[in-house]
């Protein structure tokens, strides 16, 4: 369980951040340590913001989400990002 990791001495245990976007998946092969189950949310919500910055103004749209392992390859949080942007003056309207 996240909020009691047992992972190593000092309370942390190693999480990986797998991505899922419109370019398919991307496994997250390092991972991070972390010790609480607010870290992984924050971490998760700081990832699929710096994605959405980096990406989404030149796609107008898109989805993306993250899902969370343990270090056994548990699936243990995830987190989902959906944006889309329209110009008012579009023809397509």
Do not use: C
């Amino acid at each position: 369980m996240v909020g009691n990791t047992q992972g190593s001495e000092h309370g942390m245990a190693r999480y990986f951040f797998d991505l899922i976007n419109g370019d398919g998946p991307v496994s997250d092969n390092e991972g991070q340590e972390i010790s609480t189950r607010e870290d992984i949310s924050r971490e998760v919500s700081r990832i699929l913001a710096d994605i959405a910055r980096e990406e989404f103004p030149e796609r107008g749209k898109g989805s993306i989400s993250i899902q969370v392992r343990d270090e056994f390859g548990q699936s243990v949080f995830s987190g989902h990002l959906s944006f889309q942007t329209q110009w008012h003056d579009d023809p397509e309207l």
